[in-house]
C-alpha cells in the first residue's frame, strides 16, 4: 500500500484532481516539497514533509514525536477515549494525538512506542518487518523444558506454526523471550499448551528501544526510532 504515500496521490487527495492533473503540476515544476521542487510524482510523501502548489501551501508538515511510555497493567492500548482505563487518561497533553506501533495486552505491561509518523508505523509494523521485541515472564508454575522448546522450535498456534525464538530461562519461574512476530498472545497462549500460566508479562524491548528506568505510567522522549 506504499503507492498511497506516492505525491501524486496525496495531490489528488487534497486537490481532487487526476491522476493526469497530478502528474503535470510535478513535470511543469508546480510542485515544492520542503522548498524544493519536486518533478517526480511518484517520490514517497513523509508526514513531517511540507507541500507548495504554485508556492503556495496546500498541506503543512508536522513535528514528528517518538516517545517510548510504560504501560502499567490493567491499562487498554486504544484511541477509544470512552473506554475505562485507556493509555491516554495516562498521558500529557502534548502526546494525545500519538498512537502507538503495536499494542500490548490489557493483563501485559511494559514499553510501548508512541508516534505520529506513519512512515515508521509502515515500516516497523509490517508483517514482513520482523522487528525484534524482548519480554520477561514470569510464570506461576515452573518453567519445563518443553515450554522453552515450544518458543525455540517452531510451534502449531491455532492455524500457523511460530517462528523459532531466543529463549533464556532466568530461573524456575522467570524467563526472557525474543519474538519477531505479532501473533494475538503468543505468550499465554503457548504457556497454556504447557499446562503454565502467566504471572506477569513485561515487554522491556522493541527493536533498539529498551524499558530501562522507566516506572508503570512514566514518559520518555525519543529522538527517533
Known sequence: MQFRYQLRYVLIRILLCSHADADAF???????IDGKTETNSRRI???SEEIKLNSLVIRNGIDLMYVAFYKPNLYECTTNRAVENNIYELLPAEYQDLFSLGRLDKNSEGLLLLTNDGQIYRRMMHVDAEVEKEYRVH????????????????????????????????DDFCFKVVLKEGINRHIRRICAKNENQVKQLVRIRFGDQKLEYLSPGECRKLTGL
Open 139 to 170: 510464570t506461576h508454575f515452573p518453567i519445563s523444558t518443553g515450554l522453552e522448546k515450544s518458543f525455540s522450535e517452531p510451534f502449531l498456534l491455532g492455524q500457523r506454526y511460530t517462528l523459532p525464538a531466543r529463549f533464556e530461562k532466568v
Open 45 to 47: 510523501v513523509g508526514d
Open 26 to 32: 510535478c513535470i511543469n515544476g508546480q510542485v515544492e
